[in-house]
């Protein structure tokens, strides 16, 4: 069996695709218990976050897989998938291994080091289970990624500061700005991204935050806890123009600021400007809104220039992490070869060892006249011969890489050794037995 990870992220694919692509946590069982029914996969997770969209697979044949998801991915943009494939990557057993590792670890984020993305791999694994599309090496899969995740996170400083989108963004409004003090903020979403900015804004001096959400319940307690302002989204363009930034992260489908509420909130400000950071994907800020004299839009990929700076006191630790990853991933990787070599191994120990019994059994018949010391010598002697005869084939078995030669080596030996063969003879007497 292969592990398969086909996806795109914010290095190999604009916002534009990316929102495309992302799927609704509501949408993902079926698009997972899909997958499973097509041959040539056996198990399926999928993460979709504001940077990236991935699946990861277990097959036993990589190319018709990866091709299958390649297919999907265009499905779901909307595009050929000669548009859709060159901002993809697809990687295969210790290469997707390593880098879900990476993406749990936060080696692979947009801010690198974010917390938030264990969370969100941890739940993308939790919706296969419950989808019922995670098997045995997909557990085992994860339950390694996680331990991998927190070693990097416990015995490295990739985690120990706090930066994340929210803290890139009010960042950002700091270069614009320069002094955020006595501004007013409105937050346009409730969720933990939300939460996050407004714990930066209040430390950065911002007197007033305003919250509107789709449940003004769920408004209400973010606001109670930095002493702001709750409001519904309906209620969005009557406070609008007393904001001067405007941070939103909702999971809205379309876009939740239009153009003409925005340029109505302008004229009310009388030159004011207003500062707007979009970090959800897909969309929440109408791209047009740049448009808007004052109006100025910047998404979640504008963000890179800060987090450079923020990339570059951490690569070092970085790569502190990498390693300790590294070992992690050799371990797992040493189980997984040994889910189809150590069955191989035993079938062709058995399997000499019945052929070695019955010509020893052949042998006896002609061999009468020897004693009982001799006549184990002898069988010792089979046992040794057998032994060194196979020594070369299970060393080879034992350490063969695990690749296309790997797969090749193992036909060969199912094939010289008839394994094959009394594998499909079995199969057949036991459903004989059956029908009997």
């Not at 291994?97 to 938030?116: F, M």
């Not at 740049?290 to 890179?304: E, H, S």
């Amino acid at each position: 069996m292969r592990i398969c990870h086909i996806g795109l992220n914010h290095k190999t694919a604009p916002v534009e695709l990316r929102e495309r692509l992302a799927v609704p946590e509501k949408e993902i069982a079926d698009i997972l218990q899909m997958k499973i029914t097509r041959p040539s996969i056996r198990e399926a997770s999928l993460l979709s976050t504001c940077n990236r969209v991935e699946m990861t697979v277990v097959t036993h044949d990589p190319d018709a897989a990866i091709a299958l998801v390649h297919e999907w991915f265009a499905r779901k943009s909307g595009m050929d998938i000669e548009q859709v494939s060159p901002h993809l990557y697809s990687y295969t057993t210790d290469d997707a291994v390593r880098h879900l590792y990476a993406v749990a670890s936060g080696l692979d984020s947009l801010v690198l080091g974010e917390p938030q993305i264990f969370g969100q791999v941890k739940a993308s694994y939790e919706q296969a289970l419950a989808a019922g599309t995670a098997g045995h090496i997909l557990h085992r899969l994860y339950q390694s990624t996680f331990a991998a995740a927190k070693r990097a996170r416990s015995e490295t400083a990739i985690g120990k500061q706090s930066v994340n989108i929210s803290s890139c963004a009010v960042e950002l409004a700091k270069r614009i700005f320069d002094d955020l003090t006595g501004k007013t903020v409105m937050l346009i979403g409730a969720g933990e991204m939300a939460e996050l900015a407004a714990r930066h804004l209040r430390g950065n001096g911002c007197s007033q935050i305003l919250v509107a959400n789709r449940t003004l319940e769920r408004a209400k307690n973010l606001a109670i806890e930095f002493e702001g302002h709750a409001l519904t989204l309906e209620q969005l363009p009557d406070y609008l123009d007393s904001a001067d930034i405007v941070i939103s992260s909702t999971g809205a489908s379309t876009y939740v600021l239009l153009p003409d509420t925005v340029k109505e909130a302008m004229e009310k400000r009388r030159g004011r400007p207003m500062f707007l950071v979009d970090i959800a994907v897909p969309r929440d800020i109408d791209p047009r809104i740049a448009d808007i004299g004052g109006a100025y839009v910047y998404d979640i990929d504008d963000l890179q220039q800060v987090v450079q700076g923020n990339r570059d006191n951490r690569e070092k630790e970085s790569m502190q992490a990498r390693s300790l990853l590294a070992e992690e991933e050799k371990n797992f990787l040493h189980w997984l070869k040994s889910l189809e070599t150590v069955p191989l191994i035993r079938s062709v120990q058995q399997q000499t060892e019945a052929m070695r019994q019955e010509e020893w059994a052949k042998a006896q018949r002609y061999l009468k006249g020897l004693s009982p010391d001799q006549s184990e010598a002898v069988e010792r002697f089979s046992r040794a011969l057998m032994k060194r005869f196979l020594h070369p084939t299970l060393r080879t078995l034992k350490s063969m890489p695990d690749d296309m030669e790997g797969d090749l080596l193992m036909g060969a030996t199912r094939k010289l050794f008839d394994l094959e063969i009394k594998s499909i003879n079995a199969k057949k007497d036991a459903n004989e037995h059956k029908a009997g």
